[in-house]
């Protein structure tokens, strides 16, 4: 570049010394003037044109556009680049939905071009301006076309349900449009928004609903994961953080082959058969983290030894048990174990003062009673006086305090795991 220039100079130098006295400085300022105009008059009328050309259309698309109204050229020259409207350009008439196929398609972008059109010709000719008299804002129309298409907003403007209604269902997990009037059916008797779409999608998180669908668990570490028939967790999970309780705080029972939980609920339990010990009360592990290998080796035993749903009600599937979570745990207490020493087989631990000081004050340590006795509709698992199961304090609080199953607390809190279809 430098030496260009320098280049030019030596140049220029030369002839201005030679030729300066001979310039018509006049002559050409007219020219100049002349010549500027008719550039001037030229862009003035081909403006249009001009911005088309840069934008990247051929010579023929510019002779097209230009043949269109005066607004269908502003919208089209209202967009970046040829690129994103070609296509709109070739395929739809109605210029006016430029904006709205770019944005539809951006939410959308497993559909064809063609059903975008097809899609928005339809919502914004026929139920826009329905949704406008419900009083939707355009973002609020936006928020509903991230996941609605025509028969859904068809559905809305049919059923005139306003924003307000449909807003707090739209944002629980596992919502769709399609089942809106079940929502609101639901949402009717117990008012809760959580809790009418959950059932709804995922109905059998209440057992006596069978599961139609299986889901794999994608966030097993979760201490609120809900495992249970539906929900299954893969075979190959193991948690990464198992120990052993301390063994100087904790009893385990002698045929208890493994004592192991997740460090959280570990350090937890030690401090709850602290607490009992303290009042007099001797807890025991009889069983905590089992694998989905063993899971299955004792499910396939009672399945050799029982019939199908006698098996079933007894032991958990494979990937259905909590205790693969490393957050279950099945207790027992020395007094129990005395009494099987002395002969008494039928003493248990649901019968133990032990067992009763568990029920009322686990949940101050994070654990709840998994199974009760009148809630087997609901967890699908028989009466377990001996399966707790760690969630965490917080939750364990508001378990206790409602009266709930995991599966309640799920459905009212709108908490579910991250599921993908087996
Ligand atoms: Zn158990």
Not at 203 to 218: A, D, G, L, R
Not at 253 to 263: E, I, N
């Amino acid at each position: 570049m430098r030496f260009n220039r320098g280049k030019r100079y030596t140049y220029y130098s030369s002839y201005s010394h030679s030729s300066r006295s001979r310039i018509r400085w006049d002559r050409i300022a007219i020219i100049g003037v002349v010549v500027a105009l008719v550039i001037g008059v030229a862009v003035w009328f081909n403006f249009d044109r001009i911005q088309l050309a840069i934008k990247g259309y051929s010579f023929d698309q510019q002779n097209q556009i230009l043949a269109l109204d005066g607004d269908e050229v502003d919208e089209i020259l209202s967009h970046d680049k040829l690129s994103h409207i070609s296509q709109w350009i070739e395929q739809s008439e109605k210029v006016q939905y430029y904006d709205e196929y770019e944005q539809y398609l951006s939410l959308h972008k497993d559909l064809e071009v063609e059903n975008v059109i097809s899609t928005i010709d339809e919502i914004f000719d026929n139920y826009v301006p329905k949704l406008t008299t419900l009083n939707y804002s355009n973002d609020q129309i936006w928020e509903v076309l991230k996941t609605a298409g025509v028969n859904e907003v068809k559905h809305l403007v049919d059923q005139q349900y306003t924003y307000a209604q449909i807003e707090p269902f739209m944002k629980v997990k596992g919502f769709v449009f399609a089942d809106l009037d079940k929502y609101m059916e639901v949402y009717a008797e117990n008012q809760n928004y959580n809790y009418a779409v959950l059932i709804t999608t995922y109905p059998f998180i209440i057992s006596e609903n069978q599961p139609e669908t299986s889901y794999t668990i994608q966030n097993p570490d979760d201490v609120l994961t809900l495992v249970k028939k539906g929900f299954y967790l893969s075979s190959d999970y193991e948690p990464s953080d198992l120990v052993t309780p301390d063994p100087d705080k904790v009893k385990v029972a002698s045929d208890c082959d493994d004592s192991r939980l997740r460090k959280e609920a570990a350090d937890a339990l030690v401090d709850m058969f602290e607490a009992a010990k303290q009042e007099g009360y001797d807890l025991v592990i009889n069983s905590a983290y089992r694998s989905y290998a063993n899971q299955k080796k004792t499910y396939d035993e009672y399945f050799d030894t029982y019939d199908e749903v006698t098996a079933a009600s007894l032991v958990a599937e494979p990937g259905a048990s909590e205790h693969q979570t490393g957050l279950g745990v099945d207790l027992t207490c020395q007094a129990v174990i005395d009494d099987h020493l002395n002969g008494i087989t039928n003493s248990r631990f649901g019968y133990k003062p032990d067992y009763k000081w568990c029920v009322a004050n686990s949940y101050k340590y994070g654990f709840i009673l998994r199974y009760e006795e009148d809630k087997a509709d609901i967890t699908g698992i028989a009466n377990e006086p001996w399966h707790f199961r760690y969630v965490g304090k917080e939750a364990a609080k508001e378990i206790f305090n409602n009266s709930w199953t995991l599966e309640e607390y799920c459905l009212n809190k709108g908490v579910i795991p991250d599921i993908q279809e087996k």
